[in-house]
Nanobody, 125 residues
């Protein structure tokens, strides 16, 4: 069992940066693939970025490549999302997720077993 708690959201202006953090409980955190998803009002939840259980591989949605960076610190049971050059289109509730896959970093909601409660990111133009 893994419990996830996100933090770091807020209101920023276009072009600003934010760093989201996700703190996980559970001794087996390091064995999970971790990911960030986001959901804007009226839209489906979408994949943003994922990182392998060892942290050596990561993948990103095309819309955030070059602007967002996912990282993890297994010693601290934490995963992070550094978001630079934020755009109004990035505004959403951001969710941290943990999945059991050790080979593939999936970009679909159904491949993740545990979810946080979400943190709101608002970007003004």
């Amino acid at each position: 069992q893994v419990q996830l708690v996100e933090s770091g959201g807020g209101l920023v202006r276009a072009g600003d940066s934010l760093r989201l953090a996700c703190a996980a409980s559970g001794r087996t955190f390091s064995s999970y693939t971790m990911a960030w998803f986001r959901q804007a009002p009226g839209k489906e939840r979408e994949f943003v970025a994922g990182i392998s259980w060892i942290g050596g591989r990561s993948t990103y949605a095309d819309s955030v490549k070059g602007r967002f960076t996912i990282s993890r610190d297994n010693a601290k049971n934490s995963v992070y999302l550094q978001m630079n050059d934020l755009k109004p289109g990035d505004a959403a509730v951001y969710y941290c997720a943990a999945g059991r896959s050790r080979v593939v970093i999936y970009s679909v909601v159904g491949e993740y077993d545990y979810w946080g409660q979400g943190t709101q990111v608002t970007v003004s133009s």
